[in-house]
């Protein structure tokens, strides 16, 4: 069984950083994407970032420019760097991953809150 384990999360002031990271169980390269989801209270979970097996990226329109995806290989770990944090981003993160045959995984989310 795939297990995605996140970390990171945390209390920050708006205008702050996070960076949140994923680790999987297995090779990553046995995903064809891997990707972020949040979820605020009382909202549907949504698309933060994702990225494919081969590097394409793609973000959801209120965190480009501010948030970023990326990968190591070698760590079987995916991060997403969080930057000029705004209160609307807290929302419980959750790491996602999909085989090419549609399996999917999820991992147990890790809280953030942006907050003065």
């Known amino acids: 069984q795939v297990q995605l384990v996140e970390s990171g999360g945390g209390l920050v002031q708006p205008g702050g950083s996070l960076r949140l990271s994923c680790a999987a169980s297995t090779s990553i390269f046995s995903f064809d994407r891997m990707g972020w989801y949040r979820q605020a209270p009382g909202k549907q979970r949504e698309l933060v970032a994702q990225?494919?097996?081969?590097?394409?990226?793609n973000y959801a329109d209120a965190v480009r420019g501010r948030f970023t995806i990326s990968k190591d290989n070698a760590k079987n770990t995916v991060y997403l760097q969080m930057n000029n944090l705004k209160p609307e981003d807290t929302a419980v993160y959750y790491c996602?991953?999909?085989?090419?045959?549609?399996?999917?995984?999820w991992g147990q989310g890790t809280q953030v809150t942006v907050s003065s």
């Open positions: 990225t494919r097996r081969w590097g394409s990226n």
């Open positions: 996602n991953a999909a085989t090419p045959s549609l399996d999917d995984y």
